[in-house]
Nanobody, 120 residues
Framework: QVQLVESGGGLVQPGGSLRLSCTAS????????MAWYRQAPGAQRELVAQ???????NYADSVKGRFTISKDNAKNTVYLQMNSLKPEDTAVYYC??????????????WGQGTQVTVSS
């Protein structure tokens, strides 16, 4: 079993910064893809940023130049540094990690979600 625990959300003023983190625990052999998604009220969940095992990254156009995704392989942790936050960034942010267990079975797990609210 794999569990993802997120932290770092909260209330911030426009223009401010937050850093989210998501740590996976369990008998993990490898992680291929780590990503952050978000879902605003009444909207579909959307991909915010993704980082694959080799380090390549992919961002939604709306966050390019403001958000940075990074990872610590030794800690099975992915981070999302969010700068120059805007009210439209308000959403519940979810971590997703895809990989393989020590049993060689694949896993595709989600975090519990963390609320990010950008408001003055």
């Amino acid at each position: 079993q794999v569990q993802l625990v997120e932290s770092g959300g909260g209330l911030v003023q426009p223009g401010g910064s937050l850093r989210l983190s998501c740590t996976a625990s369990g008998r993990i052999l490898s992680i291929g893809t780590m990503a952050w998604y978000r879902q605003a009220p009444g909207a579909q969940r959307e991909l915010v940023a993704q980082i694959i095992s080799g380090g390549s990254t992919n961002y939604a156009d709306s966050v390019k130049g403001r958000f940075t995704i990074s990872k610590d392989n030794a800690k099975n942790t992915v981070y999302l540094q969010m700068n120059s936050l805007k009210p439209e960034d308000t959403a519940v942010y979810y971590c997703n990690q895809v990989g393989r267990l020590a049993t060689l079975l694949p896993f595709n797990n989600w975090g519990q979600g963390t609320q990010v609210t950008v408001s003055s």
